[in-house]
Each structure stands twice: as structure tokens, then as C-alpha cells.
């Protein structure tokens, strides 16, 4: 077990059960009961139990999430913003369509880089202080965006960006996998998961509203946006150091605070009385002892299961972010009469599809947590034959609209296949390496899988001049993202299949 110290409040001394006494009673990690399995009355109390924790960590992760990804996509918005009066970011900063994507790929190269050793000092540090951190650091770079000026500031900032948000998207699941059982996992990343797609809509449309403002102070409409945003995503950086719980710890007892650490606003614990006993008892594994040694690592990182789940993540999210960062590029290629106020309010739509497709599939992939590969199967072919339909569907007036209801389907079924990805890797590597499984799995899979985003981003699209000239215009991109979409769906049922041997021989 870790260091602990007994506390004097919540419980007393006859109250508080002992650290073995609670393993004698509870035995070992119960994250393989589902409520069904259990008496009604235990069922009940338990989603009571668990519904607290959603109240305490669920908002705060969204709005976290909401931040950084509104932050993140401001550059793909800002290229097509008051392109008339040439404030667009281009045009404004003189990069060429190529500088543009490589700029946008910068971001992921250090973001793939610094995944794994954000997450492993998240887990030997404090996870709720480093993830306040991360937005801290975002909305600093965020809003020094405001101040470029030429390519090599653009790139710099990018950079920069990519590197103080490494880390974020996993260490949540890591944080998730530290009060939640695996099979309650993928409803909850999905429900955070949905500020991804609601700061796509959201920062799509308040971009409308920037854009009325280009020129107000001397600054231009995507400089108000890099702003406004920037500064928001620092206040709630600082918010979250009093709000987020620490890791739990064995109830009646709690964790020794590092030397690092002791200046830091000591948060209230998530769950207290009576409820944190029986949290203890439905999740003992998440107050076990967590160090690890680099020969722990080792293991992980040698385990083959993290390459079927790197691929998966790999084609889902190339496709996701090249939608989010060139959605309104496409949309301009289906009508080049569109305004840069029109296709921000076009692109909106996308992402509230998006939205409903995780409401939609999490909650059943939760529920069949067996058949993960299926629930992953189904919104990835949704997005094939959005593709399909963006490309293919014509150029008259009304069909135009029918290759806008294709990306409309591409947005429905990209939400949840990322959570369901994140969760399966969290559940798998939980169960036969602990934590350190969870914080080096989850990384290596969001940050090498990451690069199907430098693919998308800088290969692809406004990267590929020639494709923009064809007809229908980007399908050749089109079609490189129905390719890696294919190659996922196979990884998928591989793991499947792999692992079902690999357990029967076990």
C-alpha cells in the first residue's frame, strides 16, 4: 500500500475500518459485477454512489474538455474568417495554403511526443493538479496566439500548444479508471467526450460573432476568437485545482501530500461516510498501490494489445480531426458561394450529429461491453457512407445539399468511436497491469494514433493542392480517409478475435 496518515473528521477511529479489515471483508476488485448481478437494494445504492461521482468529476471534465478542444480548432476556423477583407489567418499572416497544414500538423507532432510522459507524471504526481495544469497552459498559449505575426511565430505557438496539451485526453480516462469500473466506463467518456463536439458547434457558431467584430481594439475577428477563448480556458484551469478530487484513497484514511504538492488548494474527497466505504468495496483496486518501476512499463509497452488499439485510434481520429480542421475548407468546396459567416454556421450542424452518435452508441457499448468491436463497427461504416455521400452525391443545386447531409452522417457516426477506443484500451490494460497499464496504454494509443491527425492534417486536403482541382473536389482525401476507416474496422475485430484465443488458452 502507499504512505497513508489517518484522518480525524469524516470518520472515527471506531467508524474507520483498517486498510486489511476492508480487504478481508471486501476481498479483491469487484470491477467485473454489473448492478443486474447484484441484489436490488445494492444496485441501487451503488448507481447512487456512482451518480455522485458523476456530479463531482463528469462537468468539470466537460468543460475541461470543451476548453482545450475550442482552443485547438480556432486555427481551423480562423481560415476561412473575413477572407473578404483579407483577415483571414492565411492571408493576414502571408502562409500558403501547405504552411496552413503544416502548422496544424505541428500540434500533433508534439502532442505524439510528450502523450507518454504526461501521463506518467500525471500518475506519479497529482492527478487533478496536472490536469488543472494542462488547461492552465493552454489558455496561456491560447491567448498568445493573438500575437502572430508571421509563419515561424505560427509554428512555434503550435508546437507549444501540442506540447502543454499532451496528455489531457488520456490522463482523463486515466483519471476516469481510478473511481469507475471498466463496464461503466464508455457512457461516462462519452458523455465528457461530447464537449468535443459541442465546442465544434459552439466555436463554429461564436466565430459568426467574431467576425463582426474584425477591427474592434485593432484586432481582427480570429484574433478576438484566439482571445477570448484563451483567457476563459485560463480562469477554469485555476478552478479546477479546488474543484477536482484527488486520487481516492482507503476510506478513513488519506494519501500524504509530497513536498511539491503542499502549496497546492487541498480539494474537498469526492465521496465521504458511508459512501466512500461502499465505493471501496465496489472498486478496491483503484486504492491499491499504484507506484510501478520501469520494468512495469516495460511490460506494457512490450504488450501486443496496444497495437490492434493504436491502429483503431489511429484512422477514427484522423478522421475526426480532418473534419474539424478542414470542415469549412470542404463546405466551400461544395459551394464556393458560400459567405465565411455561412460556412461557420454550416459547419455547426456537423458536430450536434456528432453529438447524438455518442449519446447514441456509448451507452449500448457499456451495456454489451463484450462486443466493443461491434459498437465500434457500426458508426465507423456510418462514416464511410457519409463519405461516400459528400463525395459522390453532385454538383447541381439540390444535390449540393445532398453532399452536406453526407458530412452531416460522417459527424453522426465519428462520436463514439473515439470513447469506445480510449475504453476499451483502459479496461484491457487495467485488468493485467494496474495503473501504470492504464496511464501508458491509453497514452502511447491517443498519442500514436494521433498521428492519423498528422495525416489528415497536413497530406490531406488544403496539404494536397492537387486534389482541391479535381472533381468532385478532395476526393482523393475523401478517399483516403474511407481506407483508414477500413483498416480500423479489421484492427478492431482482430482484438476481438485475438484476444478470445489468447484468454482461452490462459
Known amino acids: 500500500m502507499p504512505d497513508f496518515e489517518k484522518t480525524s473528521g469524516t ?3 471506531s467508524d474507520a475500518m483498517t486498510t486489511q479489515d476492508a480487504r478481508k471483508e471486501f476481498g479483491g476488485p469487484r470491477s467485473d459485477v454489473h448492478d443486474d448481478e447484484l441484489p436490488p437494494a445494492d444496485a441501487a445504492r451503488m448507481r447512487k454512489v456512482y451518480r455522485k461521482l458523476d456530479r463531482r ?68 504526481l497529482s492527478p487533478s493538479a496536472w490536469l488543472a495544469r ?23 505557438l503550435r508546437l507549444l500548444l501540442g506540447a502543454v496539451e499532451a496528455g489531457m485526453w488520456p490522463g482523463m480516462s486515466l483519471f476516469l479508471t481510478l473511481f469507475y469500473p471498466p463496464q461503466r466506463m464508455a457512457k461516462r467518456v462519452g458523455w465528457y467526450f461530447t464537449a468535443s463536439q459541442v465546442s465544434a458547434a459552439v466555436v463554429g457558431l461564436v466565430s459568426a460573432g467574431f467576425q463582426k467584430m474584425d477591427r474592434d481594439g485593432g484586432l481582427v ?38 513536498r511539491w504538492a503542499s502549496w497546492l488548494p487541498t480539494a474537498k474527497p469526492a465521496l465521504t461516510g458511508e459512501d466512500a466505504v461502499l465505493h471501496y468495496k465496489d472498486l478496491s483496486q483503484a486504492y491499491l498501490n499504484t507506484n510501478w518501476t520501469l520494468r512495469d512499463l516495460s511490460k506494457v509497452l512490450l504488450d501486443w494489445r496496444l497495437w490492434p488499439l493504436l491502429i483503431m485510434y489511429f484512422g477514427v481520429v484522423g478522421v475526426g480531426n480532418g473534419i474539424q480542421s478542414y470542415g469549412t475548407v470542404i463546405l466551400g468546396s461544395i459551394n464556393p458561394s458560400f459567405t465565411g459567416i455561412q460556412l461557420s454556421l454550416l459547419y455547426a450542424p456537423i458536430w450536434i450529429c456528432d453529438f447524438i452518435g455518442i449519446l447514441t452508441f456509448t451507452p449500448i457499448s457499456d451495456h454489451f461491453h463484450k462486443h466493443r468491436a461491434l459498437f465500434f463497427t457500426i458508426p465507423a461504416c456510418i462514416q464511410i457512407i457519409g463519405l461516400l455521400v459528400a463525395t459522390y452525391a453532385g454538383n447541381s443545386t439540390s444535390e449540393q445539399w445532398g453532399r452536406y447531409v453526407g458530412l452531416l452522417l460522417v459527424g453522426f457516426g465519428l462520436g463514439s468511436t473515439v470513447p469506445i477506443t480510449m475504453t476499451w484500451t483502459a479496461t484491457i490494460f487495467q485488468k493485467r497491469h494496474g495503473e501504470v ?9 491517443s498519442g500514436f494514433g ?44 482482430f482484438m476481438t478475435i485475438a484476444l478470445r484465443l489468447t484468454d482461452r488458452e490462459k
Request: proline share 4%.
Open 134 to 156: 494542462i488547461i492552465i497552459s493552454v489558455g496561456i498559449i491560447g491567448t498568445a496566439m493573438v500575437g502572430m505575426r508571421s509563419a515561424a511565430s505560427y509554428y512555434v
Open 450 to 493: 494521433n498521428c492519423g491527425s498528422i495525416l489528415t492534417n497536413y497530406a490531406l486536403y488544403a496539404g494536397w493542392a492537387v486534389d482541391a482541382t479535381r472533381q468532385p473536389a478532395y476526393v482523393g482525401s475523401n478517399w483516403v480517409m474511407i481506407a483508414i476507416l477500413c483498416v480500423s474496422i479489421a484492427s478492431s475485430w
Open 221 to 258: 475577428g480570429f484574433q478576438w476568437m484566439f482571445l477570448l477563448w484563451g483567457l476563459v480556458a485560463l480562469v477554469v484551469g485555476f478552478s479546477l485545482l479546488w474543484w477536482l478530487p484527488d486520487r481516492p484513497t482507503v476510506p478513513g484514511e488519506t494519501r500524504r501530500r509530497s
Open 57 to 124: 468529476i463528469i462537468p468539470a471534465f466537460w468543460v475541461l474538455y470543451f476548453l482545450g478542444s475550442a482552443v485547438r480548432a480556432n486555427v481551423g476556423l480562423s481560415q476561412t474568417m473575413n477572407t473578404d477583407r483579407g483577415h483571414d489567418l492565411g492571408t493576414y499572416l502571408g502562409l500558403t495554403s501547405k504552411q496552413v497544414s503544416l502548422g496544424l500538423t505541428l500540434f500533433y507532432v508534439s502532442y505524439v511526443v510528450l502523450e507518454l510522459p504526461s501521463n506518467l507524471a500525471m500518475s506519479k
Open 11 to 13: 470518520y472515527s477511529p
Open 437 to 445: 497499464g492504464v496511464a501508458a496504454a491509453t497514452a502511447v494509443v
